[in-house]
C-alpha cells in the first residue's frame, strides 16, 4: 500500500464523487427558490422540527457550495439580448432568467417547472425560470433559449466570454494599438480602419462605438436590423459606421465634423470582434483626423521631352492653399524591370521636396527614363501617399536587341 492509499481514506473518494450529485440537487434548488417562497406563503402545508433542520442542512451546504464558485468579475450588456461576461479563468455561475417578472409566471397557461432550456439548440437539463450558465476558463459562451412546455421560444441570451485583460492570452503578435490600421482621403470627416486575422480564425464584428473623446460625452450607439450598418451619436458628434463585404474593414463619417475648424477631440474607435466560439475580443484606437490622413496617388502626364506636370489627387480637401500638399520626386536614368515596385526597389540618387498649391510642373533630368511623385498633407507629420509612377523614355538597348531579333526570326 502506498503512501496516499494509506494516509486518504476511501470514504474521501465517495465524499466527491457524491458532492457532485449533490451539487446539481443545489443547483435545482437555487434555481426554484423564488417558486417554493412564494408557493410556501400560500401553503398550509407546516414542516416538522426535523425536517426544518434537514432543510437547514441542505440550505447551509448549498450556500457554501455556491459560495465556493466565483461570479464573473464583470458582466453588461452589448446590446439586446447579447450579455458579455468578463472572467478571469477561474470556475464560476452566471444566473439567467428567462422570464422577468413574477406576474408573467402566474399570468401564463404553462408553469416555470415546464420551462426547458437549450444551449445552441441543444437540449439542457436544467428546467425552470432560471439558469446556471457553468463558466470554466473561456468557456460557458452560446446562445441560450428558454421555451414552454409545447416547444414555443419564450427568450433568448446570447452569451460572449471575454477574458480579464490582465490574463487575456497574447493571441496576435501585434499590440492593440497596433491592430487597427486606420487611415483617411481627406479632412471631410470620413476614414476607414482595417485590421488583419490569421487565415484559420473566424468571426465577425459584434459591436462598433464611435466617438468623440470628452468626459461629458455620453454617446449612445445603434445597429440596423442587418447588423452592418451603425450610428453613434453625442452632442460632439454623428457617426455613421459600416462593415464592409469582407469583415474586415470599416468605413465611419462624422457628420458633424467640420474640415476647417481645428479638431480639439480625438476620435475614438471601439471595435468588438466575435468569433465562432462565442468569444469577444475588444479593440480600440485613439486618433485625430490628421495623424491618420492619407492623400490619394497624385496623376503624372508628360508636358514635353523633359516637362512633367501633376495635380492634387481629385479626393484631396479644397481649397487647395487652405490644405497645402507636399511632394516628393524621385527621378531614375535605369529601368529596373524585375522589381515589384520601381518607385521603392530601384536605385534613386536623390528625392526631392516641393510644395505646390496648385498643378505642379517640374523639369526633369536629361536622360531620366522614369520619375515617381507621392504627397503628403504639408502641414501635419501624417502619411505619405502611395508612388505614383510614370515612365518617360523606353530603354533603347532592349529595343534594338528585340529588333534584332526580329531580324533574325524573319531571316
Given at each position: 500500500m502506498?503512501?496516499?492509499?494509506?494516509?486518504?481514506?476511501?470514504?474521501?473518494?465517495?465524499?466527491?464523487?457524491?458532492?457532485?450529485?449533490?451539487?446539481?440537487?443545489?443547483?435545482?434548488?437555487?434555481?426554484?427558490?423564488?417558486?417554493?417562497?412564494?408557493?410556501?406563503?400560500?401553503?398550509?402545508?407546516?414542516?416538522?422540527?426535523?425536517?426544518?433542520?434537514?432543510?437547514?442542512?441542505?440550505?447551509?451546504?448549498?450556500?457554501?457550495?455556491?459560495?465556493?464558485?466565483?461570479?464573473?468579475?464583470?458582466?453588461?450588456?452589448?446590446?439586446?439580448?447579447?450579455?458579455?461576461?468578463?472572467?478571469?479563468?477561474a470556475l464560476?455561475?452566471?444566473?439567467?432568467?428567462?422570464?422577468?417578472?413574477?406576474?408573467?409566471?402566474?399570468?401564463?397557461?404553462?408553469?416555470?417547472?415546464?420551462?426547458?432550456?437549450?444551449?445552441?439548440?441543444?437540449?439542457?437539463?436544467?428546467?425552470?425560470?432560471?439558469?446556471?450558465?457553468?463558466?470554466?476558463?473561456?468557456?460557458?459562451?452560446?446562445?441560450?433559449?428558454?421555451?414552454?412546455?409545447?416547444?414555443?421560444?419564450?427568450?433568448?441570451?446570447?452569451?460572449?466570454?471575454?477574458?480579464?485583460?490582465?490574463?487575456?492570452?497574447?493571441?496576435?503578435?501585434?499590440?492593440?494599438?497596433?491592430?487597427?490600421?486606420?487611415?483617411?482621403?481627406?479632412?471631410?470627416?470620413?476614414?476607414?480602419?482595417?485590421?488583419?486575422?490569421?487565415?484559420?480564425?473566424?468571426?465577425?464584428?459584434?459591436f462598433i462605438k464611435a466617438r468623440r473623446v470628452s468626459d461629458d460625452s455620453v454617446t449612445q450607439c445603434t445597429v440596423d436590423a442587418s447588423g452592418q450598418h451603425w450610428t453613434c451619436s453625442s452632442h460632439q458628434s454623428n457617426f455613421v459606421c459600416s462593415v464592409d463585404d469582407s469583415g474586415h474593414k470599416i468605413h465611419c463619417v462624422d457628420k458633424q465634423h467640420c474640415p476647417y475648424a481645428e479638431e480639439s477631440l480625438w476620435i475614438h474607435i471601439n471595435l468588438y470582434v466575435r468569433t465562432e466560439h462565442f468569444l469577444v475580443e475588444n479593440y480600440s484606437k485613439n486618433f485625430f483626423l490628421s495623424e491618420i490622413v492619407k492623400p490619394d496617388m497624385v496623376r503624372i502626364r508628360k508636358v514635353n521631352a523633359t516637362m512633367i506636370e501633376w495635380s492634387y489627387p481629385s479626393s484631396w480637401s479644397s481649397p487647395f492653399s487652405y490644405f497645402p500638399l507636399t511632394f516628393q520626386i524621385a527621378q531614375f536614368k535605369g529601368l529596373c524591370k524585375s522589381c515589384a515596385n520601381p518607385c521603392t526597389d530601384s536605385k534613386t540618387a536623390k528625392i526631392l521636396t516641393i510644395r505646390s498649391p496648385d498643378i505642379c510642373q517640374f523639369q526633369v533630368k536629361r536622360k531620366t527614363k522614369a520619375v515617381c511623385v507621392r504627397a503628403k498633407d504639408a502641414l501635419c507629420n501624417s502619411q505619405w501617399s502611395e508612388w505614383s509612377h510614370f515612365r518617360l523614355r523606353s530603354d533603347k538597348k532592349t529595343k534594338r536587341t528585340n529588333v534584332s531579333k526580329k531580324y533574325k526570326h524573319n531571316g
Open positions: 502506498s503512501a496516499l492509499e494509506s494516509e486518504v481514506p476511501l470514504d474521501f473518494f465517495l465524499f466527491w464523487a457524491m458532492w457532485g450529485k449533490f451539487a446539481l440537487k443545489c443547483q435545482e434548488a437555487m434555481t426554484l427558490a423564488y417558486i417554493s417562497r412564494s408557493r410556501a406563503q400560500a401553503s398550509p402545508f407546516i414542516l416538522e422540527p426535523h425536517d426544518k433542520m434537514k432543510s437547514f442542512l441542505f440550505i447551509v451546504a448549498c450556500a457554501f457550495l455556491q459560495g465556493s464558485r466565483q461570479s464573473p468579475t464583470s458582466r453588461w450588456t452589448l446590446l439586446p439580448h447579447i450579455l458579455v461576461v468578463e472572467v478571469d479563468g464560476g455561475q452566471l444566473p439567467l432568467s428567462c422570464l422577468e417578472l413574477p406576474e408573467e409566471l402566474t399570468g401564463r397557461d404553462n408553469k416555470s417547472r415546464d420551462i426547458f432550456w437549450m444551449k445552441n439548440g441543444v437540449m439542457e437539463a436544467q428546467r425552470g425560470n432560471s439558469y446556471l450558465v457553468q463558466l470554466e476558463e473561456s468557456l460557458g459562451g452560446g446562445n441560450y433559449t428558454c421555451h414552454s412546455e409545447d416547444g414555443s421560444l419564450l427568450n433568448h441570451t446570447v452569451v460572449l466570454i471575454q477574458e480579464d485583460e490582465t490574463k487575456r492570452r497574447k493571441i496576435l503578435v501585434k499590440t492593440e494599438h497596433d491592430y487597427l490600421k486606420c487611415s483617411a482621403q481627406n479632412y471631410d470627416g470620413e476614414f476607414h480602419c482595417s485590421w488583419t486575422w490569421h487565415n484559420t480564425r473566424v468571426g465577425k464584428v459584434a
